[in-house]
Structures are given as C-alpha cells and as structure tokens.
C-alpha cells in the first residue's frame, strides 16, 4: 500500500465529520503504542506543559533509578534507553522549551550518576552529543531565553 502525501489526508479529513473523525483517531491508537501516546498527549496533556516536562523528568528518574551498575555495557545500554524514551516525548511536544529543558535535565542526571560517566568514553561522547544538541537549539530561540539556557549549561 502506497502512503498518500499529507495534503490529500488533510483535504480529506476536512470533508469528514466529527464523528468520523473520532472513529479514525480510536483506529489509530490501536495499532501502534506510540500513537496511543501521541493522542494522550495532544488530548489530555499538551494544555500543560509543565506538568508534561515534570513527568517526564520522573519517567527519567525511574529510568536512572532501575540501571545496573555491574559494569559499563549495561550502564551505557539503560543510558541509550532513557535517551530514546526522552527524544520520543519531545517528538510528541515539538516545542523548543520542552526539548531543551528534557534534554538539560537528561545531562544533569548522566553528569551526577554513580559511578561517573568519565570512566567511559562512549557515555562521555552521549554527553557531550547532548549538549552539542542543545546548544544548537538554544541559538534558534529569542536572546533571553537564550541567556538563561545558556547559564543553565554553564552550570553543567
């Protein structure tokens, strides 16, 4: 089956009704988790951002919480998880402040986690990647913001 561009869904979804349109989003959330997510968000947490950025921060300590400390592999293996988990709520929000507030928090935790992430190069290199990322997306917002993003990566 061959996906149609967005145009012509957009063009038809206008002709639907809401009932129809109920229908179509129920559809969806069956088939894939991350669409189930994405409707929950738009549905019933997108009006509160900030409480939004607090369960995810909560999601990323429980991540931080459960890894296993036996060696780097494991460790380097939960980090990469916690990453993926994150970049896929900042998909569902697309806000600028969201991602850069998640991705901060993210740092702080890699940077104050036991045992230190100096003792191997692959989570240096995650960190580093991180803060390389949020750099760049701290130069695409207005200068205030940018001033307090950037004292907040100093602090790391």
Do not use: W
Not at 1 to 14: F, V
């Amino acid at each position: 089956m061959k996906a149609i561009p967005l145009k012509d869904i957009k063009q038809e979804l206008s002709h639907l009704s809401s009932n129809e349109l109920q229908e179509i989003c129920l559809c969806l959330s069956r088939f894939k988790k991350e669409n189930k997510e994405l409707l929950s968000y738009l549905l019933f947490e997108s009006s509160n951002e900030e409480a939004y950025i607090e369960s995810v921060k909560n999601h990323i300590d429980e991540g931080f919480e459960t890894i296993n400390i036996d060696s780097y592999f494991y460790i380097r293996k939960s980090i990469r998880k916690i990453l993926n988990q994150t970049k896929k709520y900042i998909r569902y929000s697309q806000k600028k402040e969201t991602e850069i507030e998640l991705l901060l928090y993210f740092c702080k935790k890699m940077k104050t986690f036991k045992p230190s992430i100096k003792n191997s190069l692959q989570l240096e290199n995650i960190y580093k990647r991180q803060i390389i990322l949020i750099k760049k997306i701290i130069s695409s917002l207005h200068e205030d913001l940018q001033y307090d993003y950037n004292l907040a990566i100093e602090d790391l």
